[in-house]
């Protein structure tokens, strides 16, 4: 991939997101959110890619799985006015067969082609597929770190902002009450992820959203994970209690372990 690649990829994508107009606001504030995160997701993977020493046509492969991740997600809002898989289509999936339709990809070398369309349809897997080839597996590695990084993002600033100003379909239309599911809970003691399928609340969601560092891979992603401040503004945002205060101690404990350890990916 060369310099060429990315600035057509940027212009495209730049292009494409403009194709979506809405005379709604909400509507609009929907899409800029997914814009805006494709961005930011972006800027993550190369700092997380620099940070793994990726140099080169390698890190402009990286940059644009960042930008292409989502892509999906326009035309999941344009048909079904919601960011749910479980209620539309799987939005990666959705995005690499855009990307496919679109014949966007085809001047790159096949294993680049290969290595973005399946970076593209697997990042939002609950878990990580066994994918063919140490650069597959790598790349995925990368955009599911930077994806995960940049959401802890979006839903800090959406728990943190009142209601009318919240981009409608982030929360999942999940209730913002006060309860949270034992279920949910007992996945961050178990250290696994909990599924989406599963949720029934805004707190259940949160508590997933924590869940998701025993997801996490590169040494840099847990630097800006602690920098950022993510863990401490979602923990300040859920209701208190004895067994919140226990989930919370523990994944402070495992990122503190994985900061110390810099664990190989
Ligand atoms: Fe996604």
Known sequence: MTEKDIASFKAWFKNYVGSFRFPDEKDRKNIALKEEHTYN???????????????????????????FH????????????????????????FGA??????????NLPEEEQDIILSSVKFHNALAMP???GSDARLFLKLIRDADKLDIWRVFVEYYESPEEDRASAAGLGLPDSPEYSDEVLACVFEKR??????LRTLNDFKITQLSWVYDLNFDESFR??????????????????????????????????????????
């Not at 067969?97 to 085809?106: Q, R, T």
């Not at 994944?251 to 994985?258: C, I, M, P, S, T």
């Open 97 to 106: 067969a855009i990307l496919d339709e679109e014949k966007l990809l085809e």
């Open 224 to 265: 800006l994970l602690r920098e950022r401040e993510y863990f401490e503004k979602i923990l300040a945002s859920l209701p208190e209690s004895d067994d919140i205060a226990r989930a919370s101690y523990l994944l402070r404990d495992y990122l503190e372990q994985r900061l110390r350890n810099k664990c190989p990916v």
């Open 130 to 132: 066994a994918l063919q």
């Open 70 to 93: 989502d892509v999906g997600r326009f035309e999941q809002y344009r048909k079904y006015r919601t960011f749910r898989d479980s209620v539309s289509v799987n939005h990666a999936a």
């Open 193 to 198: 992820i909990a599924p989406l399928s599963i």
């Open 41 to 67: 997701v972006c800027r993550n993977i190369v700092l997380i890619a620099k940070g793994s020493s990726l140099t080169g046509a390698k890190l402009l492969l990286a940059e644009s799985i960042g930008l």
